[in-house]
Each structure stands twice: as C-alpha cells, then as structure tokens.
C-alpha cells in the first residue's frame, strides 16, 4: 500500500507560498526581511480525498497526524483475508 504525505504548507496572505527558508519565532513572527507573516495554513494529502486549510498551524498539524495516522492503521493491517488466516495460523501454533 503506497504511503500518503500530508505536507504543512504556509501561504502569505497575498496567496503566495511560504517556503521552509522563512524562519519564524516560535510565536510566529518572521524572521526573514521578505516574509509578510504567515496568514494560512494549509494541508493536502497525496491520498486526493483529504485537505484542509485554516488560519492555526496546530490546528492543521493536529488534524493532519490524525488523517495520516488512518492510512499508518490501514497499512499495518494484513493485505486481505489471506494473510489475515495466516497470521491467526500463526497465533495459535
Ligand atoms: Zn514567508
Ligand atoms: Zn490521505
């Protein structure tokens, strides 16, 4: 099953993007002369069938481990009944 990347990504509020190189505060003040602050967050899943967007990073952060962590479950189920038997076969050896 292929694994799924939800990137955080940071947009000015002129909708450009807001690279890694822009060092922020911890409380969130930029560092960097060009940056206008960041003003979205926002987060898209390779899957295709998750995005979110919002104005607090933690927020999207939370929300985001949260999706990522269903895809981490279905990943570590065995691959179909097959496999399943195999390992309760296992179990009860
Ligand atoms: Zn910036
Ligand atoms: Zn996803």
New binding site residues.
Partial sequence: MARHRAPLIAH?KDGSQ?PPS?KHTTSGK?L?PD?PG?YLFESVCTCGTWKLSGGIKSYINDERKRHLATHRTADELPQGPAALRRLLRLDAS
């Fill in positions: 000015h807001c822009h930029p960097h940056c960041r």
